[in-house]
């Protein structure tokens, strides 16, 4: 059993800065993969960036070059810096491990023009 608890969101204007934190609870935690979704109003479900426990991480296509995903295996903890916001970043971010398929409840970003 794996609980995530996402916090960091909040309210920024566009070009700003945002780091989410997802504290995950349960074992093993620095060998399991994690990822970030995000779900803006009347839009699909995105993902938003996935770290593995080895090679490089992945990003999708919206937000590569701005997003950075890391982990803390020391605080299991898995970060999310988000760079040059913009207000289609807008939407409630979701952290997952993949391989139980456990979501936490969802932090919220507004981003502001």
């Known amino acids: 059993q794996v609980q995530l608890v996402e916090s960091g969101g909040g309210l920024v204007q566009a070009g700003g800065s945002l780091r989410l934190s997802c504290a995950a609870s349960?074992?093993?935690?620095?060998?399991?993969?994690f990822e970030w979704y995000r779900r803006a109003p009347g839009k699909q479900r995105e993902l938003v960036a996935r770290?593995?426990?080895?090679?490089?991480?992945e990003y999708g296509s919206s937000v590569k070059g701005r997003f950075s995903i890391s982990r803390d295996n020391a605080r299991n903890t898995v970060f999310l810096q988000m760079n040059s916001l913009t207000p289609e970043d807008t939407a409630v971010y979701y952290c997952?491990?993949?391989?139980?398929?456990?979501w936490g409840q969802g932090t919220q970003v507004t981003v502001s023009s």
């Open positions: 997952r491990e993949p391989l139980g398929d456990y």
């Open positions: 770290i593995k426990i080895l090679g490089s991480p």
């Open positions: 349960g074992n093993a935690f620095n060998t399991r993969a």
